[in-house]
């Protein structure tokens, strides 16, 4: 997607050979003219799916899902991350390892909210090690239901998560693969 | 705002005096056609700003704020609630109390993203209390920005939030103000 791409190369800050932030308009500051473009490609890109809902884990992915939610009419659901009192108990969950924080957490789905009738998309904003997504797409197939595939904003190339989720027979749609960006450089797939 | 109410009525379950569980709507699941009548309707009310900028706090304002900021044509900023390895250091940050958690956590913005000049609108799912969205009211303030009101989905009227905000000479516009629900039953003000 070259609008995204332009942006990333325009207002991303690269830290080391590894870290791209892009908080100035994917996950803290948000540009949702923007994402409104990145939610007409997923569109596009899985327009021979019947997509019935659209799954993410809090916090950034969720504006994501929300605004291409728009271009499905779907609702979104979001695997919770973080204690919440008010989760069902009877939940679907899946144990995810972060690298950054190197230790391992729980993500929940009400079991309410997925169904084995589900043609489910999974949405996410980066896509490294694939520990997430492939947490979601557990997640999905606890459930019974079908997972469309996924589709991420911005894909670390260099990284595993693709390999994970083929792996698991899941179809990726990446908005933005980086290649590599040795010495501040990034370079797109 | 009428839809929202009926759905309420359809939908939450109370626990207790005090507690509405709206997941299957508002902040698990999420319904993105009621959102944006929710989004138009806070543009309606808040028709005779010139907002440049929406704020919220992570995870379930995020959703909400999204979509909102389509009727407002504006970026998002959300506030991090959680440790968060990408964040600038140079932030502004409030402290503030979970009663449900009985404990504080520091909401933080960096300081890129709100500048004197922003005439702030600051959206939440929920007013209970007040002390998140009071925390971001420093936080707009903090940097010398004008908080032109805070938008909530659902107020707890039976809880100290209004007063708090308005304490702070903050307008408050909730689609929903619970009077209160005893045995079961929700009643609006």
Redesign the interface.
Known sequence: MELLKNRILKDAIVIGDS?V?V??FL???????L??EMGKEFKKRFSDENISRILTV??SG??VA??A??YF??????A????A????SDTYQSEVYSF??QKSYNIR??K??ISPEDNVLIIDDFLANGKAASGLVDIVRQAGARVAGVGIVIEKGFQKGREALMQKGVRIESLAVIKSMKEGIIIFE
Do not use: G, M, R, W
């Open positions: 870290i932030k908080d100035s996950n803290h500051q948000l540009d949702i003219e994402f409104n809090e916090a969720i504006a929300c605004i939610a728009q009419s779907v609702p979104v659901v979001f919770k991350k973080y204690e009192l008010n989760l069902d950054t924080k789905v009400s309410k909210y």
